[in-house]
């Protein structure tokens, strides 16, 4: 079975701009989570959905945006980038339905705000 | 407000030794613990998960064990190897989602 893929690897943007980040999960599984890790604050929550419906959200601000589609693949948005938007974005998927299952990360996508 | 700690930041020993690492969290209404490890420039890999009912689990060379009333999480690795060497990462699962602590950085020198 495939893992976790996402798409870029890598992007380098500007001051500004919006960026649109690609996460596809397992196959049959329907629970797609997203997180930021930075060297300073660690790894953090940023939204989780499951068969197109968001369950739950962190505390990032409204530039961040995600959304997921009836194929369980999920995309998640940064408008008016900032400097410190700089991170890796992870992606993670579970089966979902209890929201405690063995969450699947893929490798990341290494974002990084000039 | 639920905050997860690892102690200690970082850990360097020979190669075969036995080692624990800690995890602590403040509040006990979790759904499960897990217990991942990153590579320098990856994602994570998932090692072991603890259904908060649990006590602890067993994979290979690594045993976990949680005790909710206390906030306390343990990960033992056996026999350890140059190979072990990453950055173990622990996380509570309240609803939907998983908190993290900061890591603990782990080195086994041959």
């Known amino acids: 079975k495939a893992g976790v893929t996402q798409t870029p690897r890598y992007l380098i943007k500007t001051r500004g701009q919006q960026v649109t980040l690609s996460c596809s999960p397992i196959?049959?599984?329907?629970?797609v989570s997203w997180y930021q890790q930075t060297p300073g604050q660690g790894l953090q929550f940023l939204f989780e959905?499951?068969?197109?419906?968001?369950?739950n959200k962190g505390n990032f601000p409204g530039r961040f945006s995600g959304r997921q589609f009836s194929n369980s693949r999920s995309e998640m948005n940064v408008s008016t980038l900032e400097l410190g938007d700089s991170a890796l974005y992870l992606c993670?998927?579970?089966?979902?339905?209890?929201?405690?299952?063995?969450?699947?990360f893929g490798p990341g996508t290494r974002l990084l705000v000039l | 407000k639920q905050e997860v700690t690892q102690i200690p930041a970082a850990l360097s020993v020979p190669e075969g030794e036995n080692l624990v690492l800690n995890c602590s969290f403040t509040?006990?209404?979790?759904?499960?613990l897990q217990w991942f490890r990153q590579d320098p420039g990856k994602g994570l890999t998932s090692l072991l998960l603890?259904?908060?009912s649990q006590r602890e689990q067993t994979s290979g060379r690594l045993n976990a064990s949680l005790d909710k009333s206390s906030g306390r999480s343990t990960l033992y690795i056996a026999a350890s190897q140059p190979g072990d060497s990453a950055t173990y990462l622990c996380?509570?699962?309240?609803?939907?989602?998983?908190?993290w602590g900061a890591g603990t950085k782990l080195i086994i020198k041959p």
């Open positions: 196959s049959g599984h329907r629970s």
């Open positions: 993670a998927s579970s089966s979902g339905s209890s929201g405690s299952e063995t969450q699947y």
């Open positions: 959905y499951f068969s197109e419906t968001q369950r």
């Open positions: 509040d006990s209404a979790i759904y499960n």
């Open positions: 996380a509570v699962s309240p609803a939907y989602q998983l908190i």
């Open positions: 603890i259904q908060s």
